[in-house]
């Protein structure tokens, strides 16, 4: 096993595999490195696909304290992984909790990335959500400190949003609430209080996303309801922003729908290469309707 270590002395189990311009990919909460086996059989045939797990996802070191996780510290995780591998940029994939440190690495080191795949990203981010979602980030992690996660598992996994997943893939399904089971309650719970209770919202974040030069892609399911609006506002305030919707889909899109989630994200990255990807014209942004007025 290959361990990546941050600058506060945690382990983050991590992999490396194919050649060519690397991908790092950076998982959702209720998954793991594992999560991105589709796209990295997908891609690994072009790329070099970089995964890992996050602190608090074993064989990843487990801090015992919430105050070892946040949201700045997710970024540098990222960056101790690229460092290991002594990568200086790479495209960036992230899903969900992996979207938001995706969105942050390219606000604070642009440098290290060269494009970024924000994938689910938004929960909790509307203002009117936030004192709700902190609520049941709280609830999330006393439930797992003291019922297990088992118990969290079979709660978490049947969430608006990752029903679709259930009613499309059933044995897909049963895979990965059997993947989520063995993670870390620990880890998980002090994820929930440290990374995702604790994250700003992204509507505090426009004035730092509206700076980002890098080529961006933001994409979601279109019943993944606590994303839309969020990724509507990255849209417009990202320049170099595009947007896709997949239909009928929920939130775990790279394993609910990896097809379509790869077709996106391969064109995606297929335009960045070539270096075709485009800033958005200014025009685009007018105030009037239709063009007629002054």
Request: aromatic residues 8%.
């Amino acid at each position: 096993m290959a361990y990546a270590v941050t600058d506060d002395g945690v382990r983050l189990f991590c992999e490396s595999t194919g050649s060519g311009i690397p991908v790092l990919f950076i998982h959702e909460f209720a998954g793991d490195s594992g999560s991105w086996e589709p796209q990295v059989r997908h891609f690994g045939r072009r790329y070099r696909c970089i995964t890992y797990n996050a602190r608090g996802y074993p064989p990843s070191d487990v801090p015992p304290t919430s105050a070892s996780y946040s949201q700045q510290r997710a970024v540098q995780d990222a960056i101790a992984v690229l460092d290991h591998f002594g990568v200086q940029k790479a495209h960036i994939v992230g899903l969900s909790m992996g979207g938001f440190a995706t969105l942050h690495l390219g606000i604070r080191h642009p440098e290290r990335a060269l494009s970024l795949c924000v994938a689910g990203c938004g929960y909790g981010a509307e203002p009117d959500k936030r004192d709700q979602f902190r609520r049941e980030s709280e609830a999330s992690a006393a439930m797992l400190l003291e019922q297990g996660m088992d118990a969290f598992v079979d709660r978490y996994a049947l969430g608006p949003t990752r029903v679709q997943f259930q009613n499309k893939d059933p044995r897909g399904f049963e895979a990965f609430k059997a993947d989520f089971r063995k993670h870390s309650a620990l880890g998980s719970a002090n994820t929930q209080l440290g990374v995702q209770r604790e994250r700003p919202s992204l509507f505090e974040l426009r004035e730092d996303m509206a700076r980002i030069n890098v080529p961006t892609l933001v994409l979601n399911g279109d019943e993944d309801w606590p994303c839309l609006l969020p990724a509507l506002m990255m849209k417009e305030v990202i320049p170099t922003a595009a947007m896709a919707v997949i239909p009928n889909a929920g939130h775990t899109i790279n394993i609910e729908v990896p097809d379509a989630f790869n077709r996106e994200l391969g064109e995606f990255l297929a335009w960045v290469d070539s270096g075709r990807w485009p800033a958005r014209d200014p025009r685009a942004m007018g105030k009037s309707i239709l063009g007629m007025a002054k």
